[in-house]
């Protein structure tokens, strides 16, 4: 499985092209709008979440609600675009001369805007900012929805959540299932599972909004269901653990990546770290703890699956940094797009989007690629080979 | 630039192939070698140090001590292989029968032993280990020296740390240049920068070793030189610090990677993470501060590149933890192959190594691939285009 | 440069996603639209080419008709997809019983119906010929279509012409120049260079089709300007000469592929063959044949690329062959959807553009990849210390 | 499947590393030798096939003549490197200023060595020859001998023959299995099935050495037992058939590829092309005739895989062509290295080993990847179901 993004931020559409999910697999637009909905709620969100209720046509590679084995593509119109025709369209200016509105040499601290300039020859940063812009999320969440169905139908659940969040740190994060933590996530306006810090995140956030500012956080996706012997230690770019360092690294404004206890792993000694091993017949081999957050040489262990990242504060602010205008190489205050005060809870459901992708990814390829009959078939007769091996 | 590694820990050799380093790079093996060895110091290690001392062959690809632009292969003897002949020899045991020594039947926590039997179906767990073993780095070492020789042509210079070991941190960790990051570190039997905490990190390693226990820790690297623009945000699998994760997640044992302040970024409001822009003519663009770590957007802002990664202790302990026999099911006190009880220290050589592969990828992907010459003159006028943009 | 295509022949569009597109390329629908066009035109092409007028809309990638360095999105309608929403739908049946139309049961000899079907466990193998059929061909069209403006930004010329077509075999197929070459072959009903052929060819459409039989042919891509050195033999995988045979061969019914005198290089003895090198301070080192057709060592040797590729005759017949019902397993005569009686004129268009696109792709990648301005300069400084090597 | 192979024609070794080979494969050094000596036999071989009795040492990846699934190394040493040490080692001359032997500065015809030498900035030309020689499809013949072996466990055979050399055509090439075409073409000093042409062929090899020339030739591979549906026509560059055209293409000298009836489908109405489908309830769907040679729509049909390349004649010949030194720019004639005046024999034999890479390697992607044993049975479960399908 592999898939191609495409789409600026004001341009007319968002797409991706995902090729290789296999064919059998039930899949309705709404399964996606669930996903792309989830993205858009969050306390601190600006007006663009309110403007812009996305929704995905689905123009290929699905028929009758069940996938083809052909690749899927999904269109997410930018409803905006109507105003931004002129700004951002695709053929050149009637007018040669005429003078571009909107047009940007003021790079923001903390955004890909110099950098692209630089590197793409851009005068107008307007070239880079439409793209690297986080609306491309959008659609990695849209990909993300397929590959939680396709995780669905094989037994695997995806969970995510906000851990932290300008400081401030949720306590209380245990849960029975990952339905439970589904559900409390679900109406919490900061998709955390501590009922005594929401509020509390929530003012931070309001705080950081009154004074121009922004904050970030850090989110944990869980996954339950896997199977052991996923990824390999045998090529150290096999490795599952790293793939998915890479996806949590890859999202907008992501700094870091970790894995079960993660950076703890530093302050504790080996004997409170591993995991000790046992095994009953009914569930097989399974570990008394998960310090290694469902990973041991890059594999999936077949414990639950546990990844966290941290998102630095959205770099768009009220509250102006310093920069340099390009064209004058004069000081200023950095300009300001619309923005969000904090994305962290959007982020939680991103993140949640790749670990999906990424296992998906790993789990078709290893058992099978091209029909859901065969890729259930092979996993059911894996983890019995696994139970009593 | 692409590499694959192969070799047992216990096998005859270890091998790499280095494919796409571009012609006319000067490279003899005491390059490579210098790196082995800094791996292969450290205040903790156990035996097989001392009996190694590693020693790089170049079979191909380098001609009077310069590339030729066809692919390198640097082959490692492991020495130790002449009393492992009979129990890791490739041929087929001459008596069928003979019972076959060493065989491993108990998977030991934190280890990829149980995963990797059930995924390649092995009764003897040897089959894993042996692979899995982090014996495996002293090839990605060896991969990695040759990419510090490019960058090191292409100006591009890289030093390493620890940062945290067994939870004794380093506070004093400032440096004047990365030449005295690396005197300093060269000659600290822990890597640490601070000289105060130097002497604690290592009793902290006796003291596990004591307990038949074992430490892990934070490493960081420091890469400084590299040109703005290199990586980019048009797709998400382009992105230069999402491959930097993968890379340092994929080293043995490692659980987590950061970049600039890293998990930091969500304590702290927007306004003080986002790094300011100023512009002088004989630098051109750089950042008040560089809490960004030296990327935004996924791509290099010019100021130096700070990556961190965690190590979880070593898993191999002789305070034993709880396992199951996969013959008769039964639990048993993990069995212990030789091991260090730290190895923190040569983790922040192979993080060095991993780092500087994928930025000597990039650059020389970016800039021209075939040969240094060629190489190091568009660095050089993509530099000057920066400086004035 | 890579990119992505998607779309079921009677589904709602056609869509392809290319990335990897250096910035600063001036580019416009209409640059693609003309590639559309040429591909639908040539005697004998079905009813379809008349009712369906291709037509491009790019939605991502290009702003005022300038490429952005981001991923550009293509997108082709079926206008026939009004009649079919019923049948392609990507929508679950509102009638779960309801009875799906046009399911065909019966493979077609020559097409992929059958092993697809297997493949993805598909019982109505619409499922497979939606997305197997060359009308896929469109967007890879459009995607050379940017290749080709790529191309010629960077001084490299490409044309295509048909030399032998159900027997027919040109002659005369000498011409002065690329765009003489292009002239001709653009007013020819058949893309053939040879004005005393053209009549028999079509002829041999015609007696094809009303025989309910069709008719094959052999197409010529040449490419003018590509500088030496592109493409490598240091690796297998790195051969451009490879990389063309495997794009030849993944067009739809192609089953052969050579470069230069091909086939006939069996035939003739060395000194026959390999083409003396010459050179002159002004051009460099030329040859004074071109048996190689351009490629020596899988790299260019900066003469004309010659590239040839042979197309089976269009496997849907109206003079039935047999088959087997899948349901049934009882034989019948091979259905028949729409059909032209020969398509090899347009494959010529579609053999240049995927040869564009691999070409493109390498010279993009070799010289620079993020920016027109950046590796037009790089060719040149290349061609310049070639030509006095 | 992947991997990379390394090594100079006069360097100490070739090498290949062998990347994603399941574990539980009996292999053992004599497997792999068998094939070395037979790309080594052949009418018209110059002096090095008889100094150089190539030997592979598994330095990796197999214990106990099974494979480990961690990556497998072959070594094959340059037993001629004794003589060359001086010209070839990896380290810097002690004297720099001692003038390098055997430089060579007159690129050959039909060799990679001009165009090589200005890609990588090679005054010296052995830089460039050294690596661009067909030396290095030992290694490939290795990696394809690890791949046969792979194939064979699954039930899969490959043959090869010559079909055409210097212009004389085989044209008795029927045989009742691939056993007895091997047995024939084994003996055959030209690999060819037409016991009446071999003589021929035989004399046109000498002919051509008496006359300092060299010839080239036609060498077809076949493949019995490959499942339907391995490939996919679902993207272009899925296609099966695809990758072989570009395997072939990238052996040394090869300039063609076709399948099935190949260039010959330009000749035939549709209907004497398309091979009809019969259905039986012990063998499942075949079909009639097998023009298609395997595969629909760049998938395999489960019909014999029949592949055909041309190699060119090589191009080192006593019979000098026109170059040009590149010092002095003056004319002279080709220098010439040691040669074969016909090689088209020892190609076959790659050719069968780089088929069965492709096909090895997409039958292990798609029915399991880990071990033998999972991979044998999911094949089982596909034929069955394919049988009644």
Not at 20 to 46: C, F, S, T, Y
Not at 111 to 124: E, F, S, T
């Amino acid at each position: 499985m592999r898939y191609l993004t495409a789409g600026e931020s004001h341009g007319p559409q968002l797409t991706t092209i995902i090729e290789g999910v296999p064919a059998g697999l039930p899949l309705v637009a709404d399964d996606i709008n669930e996903e792309l909905a989830r993205r858009q709620k969050g306390h601190g969100r600006g007006r663009r979440m309110q403007i812009e209720k996305d929704q995905v046509q689905i123009v290929s590679g699905v028929r009758h609600g069940v996938t083809l084995g052909s690749p899927i593509t999904l269109v997410v119109e930018n409803k905006d675009f109507t105003h931004w025709t002129k700004i951002m369209g695709a053929e050149p200016l009637e007018d040669e001369n005429a003078e571009v509105k909107r047009v940007i040499s003021r790079p923001r601290p903390g955004h890909a805007d110099l950098n692209g300039a630089i590197k793409y020859n851009h005068r107008d940063m307007r070239n880079v900012l439409e793209r690297s812009s986080a609306r491309e999320t959008t659609v990695r969440v849209a990909a993300g929805a397929v590959a939680k169905k396709v995780l669905k139908e094989l037994g695997v659940e995806v969970g995510g959540h906000v851990l932290e969040l300008g400081g401030v740190v949720a306590e209380n994060t245990t849960y029975e299932s990952l339905d439970e933590l589904r559900e409390k996530t679900e109406i919490s306006p900061v998709r955390c599972l501590d009922k005594n810090v929401e509020k509390t995140m929530m003012e931070a956030i309001d705080t950081a909004k009154e004074n121009g500012d922004s904050i970030g956080g850090v989110v944990e996706v869980i996954v339950e269901g896997m199977p052991v012997g996923v990824g390999s230690y045998t090529h150290y770019d096999n490795k599952l653990d790293a793939k998915l360092a890479a996806a949590i690294m890859s999202i907008n404004a992501f700094k870091g990546a970790e894995i079960g206890i993660g950076f703890e792993a530093a302050r504790r000694p080996g004997s409170e770290v591993h995991d000790e091993i046992v095994w009953d017949i009914e569930r097989g081999y399974t570990r008394r703890t998960n310090n290694a957050g469902g990973f041991e040489g890059g594999m999936t262990t077949g414990m639950p699956i546990v990844v966290r990242g941290v998102m630095k504060p959205i770099p768009t602010l009220y509250k102006p940094l310093n920069s340099v205008d390009i064209e004058t190489k004069e000081v200023f205050a950095a300009s300001i797009e619309r923005s969000d005060s904090c994305a962290v809870p959007a982020a939680s459901v991103v993140a949640e989007s790749v670990v999906a992708w990424e296992l998906a990814s790993a789990l078709v390829n290893q058992f099978g690629q091209d029909n859901m009959d065969v890729i259930k078939k092979n996993i059911v007769q894996h983890q019995e080979r696994a139970r009593v091996f």
